[in-house]
């Protein structure tokens, strides 16, 4: 800073918004690179050709990975530099409604980052305080301390913050999620039935101020409208400038599908990871209109070619074509069937010798899992179609690279409110209130191929204790929120269901004969952070069975 002291360069607004913009952009950091502890080992997603090793398997996770180090590393960064911003506060000449509103942004910002913390390791070392130097003397606190702060921290931050604004920025929306998730989260945790309708409040006070769930599926998640009604919080990036983008954006779009082609032959890059498990694609029914924007059932020859603004529509025609297959009774793709494809790829601009089909057994019956999973485990290159929720044709130049991706992404939208608050009542043994709050979600408009299909039906139909209740609150939320940065490990985790669900629908642990151990539920503290803290010990504050 050419001789310009701290004190000296934050004392200017241009100073201090460093300090604000590095809180917030501390979020690319944790999810611009698929955060593989909030996803891998599910009950959601398998293996692909990116092998994802203890995340899937978790035999071998222990306290020297290098991910859950680096995760922790990063967590705690973006903790500094909240508290460098809240140190700094006073500093700059801030109007005062300013001042407030940055300060109650970086509390929730710092709480936030301890939560997704808590959601991994249970109680944690709680830093809220700003030094030039590393503190090495920090203890861990216990779980019912940690929530406290995350809370207190949070509900300070309510009033602060404005009411509404760009979901880049915190607002009240955004902290009333959070508080809805962190109490939904301490009830489980800490056996809090009063924890369970507090967070069902804060779920409400989202609720209200948002409205009931109006837009339909494809428009929530259209490339070209990504700060839609229902999005809550998003990670930013920005498409202008973008002409030389390589590896600034962030990897979300390369993800959940095989590998289909090189960037360089005009494909997008799929980085062949968090495959989605069979039961999630025999979950959709035929007349799901979710499964059918999700999933790119007609590749082109260059992959953006399927958008509006693509370089070409048409041109090259089709490559690949995956006829989904939902008939229990069909065993076979026959030369008949094959005709009925031809016809149907010519008449969208496609070449009837020119692509290859890949019949997606997509039916619940056990051949049609056989089928499905034989391919997912032999890594056949294009066997599974591409996966299109996180496309970002805007920056369609830069799909060769694993990081090309400026589309925002999503930490938090409406639908998971909604959610969180059927969860809370699956707490308190209210099933048929939960039960109708997940139906909302499903009863959402255009959620069904044709107004003539049967009606979408919901899991949560019948069941009679919380474990049936939670299960298929899992198959619902699964289909819903399908490669989302929302939380999957640690909503199964808080349930006390991850041993359960990965038991019963992880395809990894029965391809490798794996038997569930309860110390899974918590990962394990990394190894240099015991070493590096003189208040911390490996006999006192490893997580057990690391």
């Keep these: 800073m050419g001789g310009i002291n701290n004190e000296e360069f934050y004392s200017t607004e241009v100073g201090f918004s460093t300090l604000v913009t590095a809180s917030y952009a501390s979020l690319r950091t944790l999810y611009g690179n698929e955060p593989i502890w909030d996803l891998g080992g599910t009950d959601i997603y398998q293996e692909g050709k990116d092998p994802g090793g203890p995340f899937y398997r978790y035999e071998s996770l222990n306290a020297g990975n290098t991910t859950l180090k680096e995760f922790y590393q990063n967590t705690y960064q973006a903790i500094q530099n909240t508290n460098a911003a809240l140190f700094y506060l006073d500093a700059p000449n801030l109007a005062s409604s300013m001042r407030t509103q940055v300060e109650a942004e970086m509390r929730f910002l710092r709480a936030f980052y301890h939560f997704i913390l808590m959601e991994q390791f249970g109680g944690i ?53 959070y508080l809805a998730k962190a109490y939904l989260t301490r009830a489980w945790d800490l056996g809090s039935n009063s924890d369970f309708n507090t967070a069902i409040s804060h779920a409400d006070a989202v609720i209200a101020n948002k409205g009931s769930i109006e837009l339909e599926y494809s428009e929530v998640w259209d490339p070209y409208n990504v700060n839609n009604e229902e999005i809550i919080f998003t990670v930013q990036y920005s498409n202008e400038g973008v002409a030389n983008l390589q590896d600034a954006g962030n990897n979300q779009q390369t993800l959940y599908a095989v590998y289909s082609g090189s960037g360089s032959g005009n494909m997008k890059r799929s980085v062949d990871a968090f495959v989605p498990a069979h039961h999630v694609i025999s979950g959709f029914q035929a007349n799901d209109s979710r499964y059918w924007f999700d999933f790119m059932l007609t590749t082109y020859n260059e992959y953006f070619n399927y958008y509006p603004d693509g370089p070409g529509l048409g041109k090259g025609g089709v490559l690949n074509y995956y006829p989904v297959i939902k008939d229990p009774n069909k065993t076979s793709f026959t030369p008949a069937d094959s005709a009925e494809w031809d016809a149907y790829v010519a ?13 997606i057994w997509a039916g619940a019956s056990d051949f049609h899992k056989t089928q499905y999973e034989q391919r997912a485990w032999g890594n056949t290159d294009r066997r599974l179609p591409a996966f299109k929720k996180f496309d970002n044709p805007q920056n369609a130049a830069n799909s ?13 939208r409406l639908t998971e409110t909604y959610f969180l608050k059927a969860e809370a009542l699956i707490g308190l043994n209210q099933f048929s209130q939960a039960r109708d709050i997940v139906q909302e979600i499903v009863d959402r408009p255009g959620n069904k191929v044709d107004s003539g299909g049967e009606d979408i039906t919901n899991a949560l139909d019948g069941v009679s204790n919380q474990t049936e209740a939670l299960e298929a609150y899992f198959l619902e939320s699964g289909k819903e929120m399908l490669g989302e940065y929302n939380g999957r490990w640690p909503m199964l985790r808080r349930t006390n269901m991850l041993g359960h669900m990965l038991t ?21 503290i990394p190894q240099d952070a015991i070493q590096l803290n003189e208040a911390l010990t490996f006999e006192n504050d490893q997580n057990p069975g690391y």
């Design 125 to 177: 070392v709680i830093n809220e305080e700003y030094t030039n130097s590393p503190r090495v003397n920090i203890p861990r606190s216990d779980l019912a301390t940690s929530y406290e702060f995350v809370i207190s921290e949070m509900e300070a931050a309510l009033s602060g913050v404005p009411s509404d604004s760009d979901p880049g920025r915190v607002n009240k929306d955004i902290v009333n999620h």
């Design 347 to 359: 008449s969208v601009g496609g070449k009837a010798d020119g692509y290859i089909v890949f019949p």
């Design 400 to 412: 060769i690279n694993n990081n090309g991706s400026t589309r925002s992404i999503v930490l938090a």
């Design 504 to 524: 019963n629908y992880n395809a990894d642990f029965e391809r490798n004969g794996i038997t569930w151990e309860e110390h899974w539920d918590l990962r394990p």
